[in-house]
C-alpha cells in the first residue's frame, strides 16, 4: 500500500553543519505531515508540523520543506549539535483523522564532534 | 506539557505467558489512544485505535485476539500480548492526540518486551 518512505538511512554530520534529511511520501492525499525525533529507547518527541496548503514552516533551528508536485518532504536542522543525534521520521496523515499517523522508515542522524 | 507514561518501561516474560503494558494520559483526558509496535531499526507501524467506552479498531494483519487492547476510563489505555512468543518481543508505544486544539500527539517513552 501506500505509505511514507525516507531517501537515505543514514546521515552523518559535522557538529555546526546544516542537516537536510528527505522524505518521500506517495499518497498524494496526504495532507498533514510531520517530523518526530526518537532517541535511542524512548518514544518519539515532535519537532515540526506542515500542512498541505503550506510550502515551508520554520521552527527554532528547524524548517520543514514540502514539495507537493514531487510528494518530498525535507527536515533542515541548522548548525547540528550532538543532541540532534537521533533517529528522525516523517509521518502523515490524511483525511478528517490528524491522529492516525503513518510513519516513514527513519534517518539516523549521527554528529561527529 | 501533556504527558503521556507507559508501565512497564521494560519487561521480560517467558514464551506462552500474557503480558500487560499500560498506557496513562497524566493530565489530559484521552477519549482516543494509539498503539505502535516498533521493531530494531525499523519504524513505528500502528497497531490499534483505543476508544475509550468501545471496542478497539486494529489495523489490518494486527491479530485482535492476541492483543487485546482495554480503554476502561479517560486516561487509561492497555495492550495485553497474550501467549505471547519471542517473534512479540518488540518495542510497544501508546500515543494520545493533543487536546489543547494543536493537531499534535504526545507518545509514551515505549515498553520494550522481550519473550524468551
Known sequence: GESVGLHLPTLSVQE???SIINCAYSNSASDYFIWYKQESGKGPQFIIDIRSNMDKR???RVT???NKTVKHLSLQIAATQPGDSAVYFCAETFGSND???S???GTTVTVRA | GAVVSQHPSWVICKSGTSVK???RS???QATTMFWYRQFPKQSLMLMATSNEGSKATYEQGVEKDKFLINHASLTLSTLTVTSAHPEDSSF???SAPSTSGRNEQYFGPGTRLTVT
Open chain 1, 16 to 18: 555546526g553543519d546544516n
Open chain 1, 99 to 101: 491522529y492516525k499517523l
Open chain 1, 103 to 105: 510513519f516513514g522508515a
Open chain 1, 64 to 66: 520543514v520543506l514540502l
Open chain 2, 26 to 28: 497524566l493530565d489530559f
Open chain 1, 58 to 60: 520554520q521552527g527554532q
Open chain 2, 92 to 94: 510497544y508505544i501508546c
Open chain 2, 21 to 23: 503494558i499500560e498506557c
